[in-house]
C-alpha cells in the first residue's frame, strides 16, 4: 500500500495571496522526504491552483512518482506529452466545482477515453482513470485500455450513518476486486482524512491511496513532514491489522 501526497492545496493557498509562498514545489520535496512514496498535483484548464511552471519544476524535481491529474482537453494533453509524467489520472473536470465531485462516465465517452489513452500509451504514459466504484465503469475502464483505475471515496467520506458507510465500503471493495480481476493497477482517493482511511487502505486490492486537503490542513498545525508521516503510518498500519 503506497500513499500518494495531493500538493494542489499548497498552490491554493499561495495563489490567495499572490507572490510566490508556499511553494508546492518545496512541498511535494518535503512529502517525499516525509515518506510518500508518490506526488499528485492537478493542473486545470483555469489554472486555479497548479500552474505551469509549478508543473515543469515538479516534473524535474520529483523523485518517487509524478501522478498528472487532468481534464481531457487538448491543450492540456498537449502540456501532459509533453511534460511526460510517470502517470497521468483523467478526471472529469466542471470550472464551477470546488473540487473534483465526481468519477468519469467512462462508459458514455468510450471513443473519446480510448484515443487519449492510446495517445499517452505511444509516448510511454500510463494512464489511469478516476470513476465511481461502479461495475459498469470499471468495465469500461478496461475495455478503454487504461492501465489503471482511481476508485473515486467521496460518498464514502461523506456518508454520515453507519449502514451507509458500509454500503460504500462494499461497493469500493467490489469494484477493487473487479479491477484486478481485469489485470488493472487499484488507487483510491477523494475525502480521505486521518479518520476515514485506514479501512479504505485495508482493502487489500487498493494499491495506493491519494491524499490532499487533510494532510495540508494538518500541516498547518504539525508541520508538512509531520502530517505526511502521520498519514503514512495510518496507510502502512492498516495492513498490518487487516492481515
Known amino acids: 500500500m503506497r500513499l ?19 511553494d508546492p514545489v518545496t512541498g511535494a520535496g518535503l512529502a ?10 492537478h493542473l486545470r484548464e483555469d489554472r486555479r491552483h497548479i500552474k505551469d511552471r509549478d508543473l515543469q519544476l515538479l516534473r524535474r524535481t520529483v523523485k518517487t512518482k509524478l501522478d498528472l491529474e487532468m481534464g481531457a ?26 473540487t473534483t465531485e465526481g468519477g468519469l462516465d467512462v ?4 471513443t473519446k477515453m480510448t484515443d487519449v489513452i492510446t495517445e499517452f500509451h505511444t509516448r510511454g504514459i500510463p494512464v489511469s482513470l478516476f470513476v465511481d466504484p461502479v461495475p459498469e465503469q470499471i468495465e ?24 451507509e458507510v458500509q454500503e460504500c465500503l462494499v461497493e ?19 475525502g480521505l482524512n486521518y ?9 487489500s486490492e487498493i494499491d495506493e491511496v491519494s491524499i490532499g486537503h487533510a494532510v495540508i490542513t494538518r500541516a498547518l498545525f504539525v508541520g508538512l513532514e509531520q502530517a505526511v508521516r502521520e498519514m503514512l503510518a495510518i496507510v502502512k498500519g492498516s495492513r498490518v491489522v487487516s492481515r
Open 4 to 22: 500518494a501526497i495531493n500538493i494542489d492545496h499548497i498552490a491554493t493557498i499561495r495563489n490567495a495571496r499572490g507572490g510566490e509562498e508556499p
Open 32 to 41: 517525499e522526504l516525509a515518506g510518500a512514496e508518490g506526488i499528485v498535483c
Open 73 to 98: 482537453s487538448d491543450e492540456i494533453i498537449a502540456i501532459a506529452l509533453e511534460t511526460k509524467p510517470d502517470l497521468v489520472t483523467l478526471v472529469p473536470e466542471r470550472r464551477q466545482e470546488l
Open 107 to 110: 462508459r458514455g465517452q468510450m
Open 140 to 163: 469500461a475502464s478496461h475495455q478503454a485500455g487504461t492501465d489503471m483505475v482511481e476508485l473515486h471515496t467521496g460518498e464514502y467520506a461523506n456518508a454520515r450513518r453507519e449502514r
Open 172 to 190: 469500493i471493495q467490489r469494484a477493487a476486486k473487479l479491477a484486478k480481476s481485469f489485470g488493472l493497477g487499484v488507487n483510491a482517493g477523494h
Open 195 to 203: 479518520v476515514n482511511t485506514a479501512t479504505v487502505a485495508s482493502i
